[in-house]
């Protein structure tokens, strides 16, 4: 059911620049990867972004969001730094992390993006530390945890949801289920498909949100975190969503036998950035999509021009002063 | 340290160090906070975390779920965003269920993340010892955790020494695995009143001798210290080590020590396989490799799960006795059946070190 709010002028360029920066950056990461200046795996989230941008748009600069190493849309969609992200897909000393952290654990702490991690789930708990930081600091405050759904299945997302409850911690988490943990599917790996209703028991609002719309994730996202911001507890939204692209890697795997293209079929009939693009005029659109194909060539230049870093960075932070 | 250790006539409990060091960092700094299953409770951890919570109250000092895998994960994520947790398991067999976190993120958060955070965070475990403990509340899996990058690992000995590591590392940026044993609760020594400093990385030459050094491993300190008195019998003189930190390990004190001995027996609270013995004896053998041969001996654990029956479990650990007939043998090899006075033994066995250390 594609929501009937519509949103006003401001919030349509808004959100649709945003859902069409994150497609575009990870559309010219696809098209770099062949030529293998990109030194990391890459976990594209094309098809998927109307979640990170929807959940993200309420935030303020002092909210934090965290994400799992199917990342770049919720780094970006925070406000990130591009080119430093690039320059870390290229394992360049001008990254976020001077190439220590390529695509799986971004990281942009002047932006209040937390650093990923490939360890699937791990860094759910991790938020609950930042959201218990947040909440004794009593300054309405929020964090948005972004997972798949795997990670939905390890044990410290059960943990954490109790205590996050408990606490009343200024947390929302934010399930992007795309139905595929690598190559298989929830029917697979669950015994009932009601998550909502499992989260729900640990005494915090739950809601699915179908069809991947962007507003409705918004509404939704809104909804919760200003009842955080009034010192409300955790809530949990699942957004049914889907990964157009191969797992890891810049490609389809359709053929592979897994999946179905007609999956990916229905997919695109929803796909969210069209949706807002047709929303705004020719002109508003074209002048929107102009500036962030500058942008990204900005990024990519900066990527390329920078320097690996010396070998003498090796021994570089593995403690702390 | 020695002398500023000397210096002070108040004795105090191992167990009442650790508190005190705990709650003089809380009142000097708001971010520190204390928390794990039963650190709240009228039990209090053994009485070391006792009175923290009447002192700073719920928000700073409070039980958790039986979580430890997230309450870890929660762990670093309050002190990548500023504060200075201190987790508390009453076991260390329990951070089994921690590995993923300390591991995965806490241990590599400042590399991984190019140094944008830092995970000021200390993990405070107790290993157990006798009382039908058995396999799974006997664990020293110290050198699990000095086998990664990223994390420090401390084992004090003593009261003065706990007081001091605990201090330290709260102050650390780093995760700091902070490794109690429980017969050394109750255990005194000289400890000063106002806070202080043991440095991380730095051991300590606690028994000065001439024959063989003997490097003990938190409560196996103490048995080395018991050891070193049988030998003196014996006319063999044992200088006896404690690192103290186990990573990053102070080295130069330990190849100090065996410059003057010429012999090493270390002795850990632990396997030996893969162990903190292994890598103390992989150190001193490339440093002296090539210049001159040291005999080098370990003693830990028996290969084997820790028993539950007191028949079984006194032949599982060292002791005082089969340290010093180790000891005894390496010095002299050629009169390897010493064996020390059965009635000094036993009086050694049970006499309690009070420091100085």
Redesign the interface.
Known sequence: MITKTVPSATDTVRLYRTLRYIRRVEEEIARIYPSDKIKSPVHLSIGQEAIAVGACDPLMSEDFVSASYRGHAAYLAKGGDLKKMMAELYGKKDGCAGGKAGSMHLIDMPNNVLGMSAVVGTTIPVAAGFALSLKRKAEGNVIVAFMGDGATEEGCFGETLNFSSLHKLPILFVCENNDYAIHTPSSKRWATDRLCERVATYGMPAVRIEDGDVLAIREAATRHIDNMRNGGGPAFLECATYRWREHVGPGEDYESGYRDRNELAAWIEKDQVPRLGGMLSTDEREAIDAEIESTITEAIAFAENSHFPDTNQLMAHVYAE | MQNKSTHSDRSLAYVDALREGMEQEMADDPQVFVFGLDVDDHKAIQGSTKGLLERFGP?RVFG??L?E???????????????RPIHVHIRMDFMMLAM??LV??GAK????????????LVVRSMIGKSWGQGAQHSQGLHSLFMHI??L?VVAPSNAYDAKGTMIAAIRD??PVIFVEHRLLYYTEAPVPEESYVVELGKGRVCREGDDITIVGISNMLMEALRAQEILQDAKVSAEVVDPITLHPMDIDTICESIEKTGRLLIVDNAWTRCGASAEIAAQVAERFGGQRAIPIKRMGFADTPCPTTPALEDVFYANPVTIAKAAHTMVHPEDDGWTPNPEKATLSYQSQFKGPF
């Open positions: 928000e958790t779920p979580s895998d997230a309450m870890t994960g929660v762990a670093i994520g309050a002190a990548m965003a500023g504060m993923n976190q995965n993120i958060a400042h590399y991984m993340y190019g140094g944008q955070v830092k995970v000021p990058p990223g420090k940026n780093n």
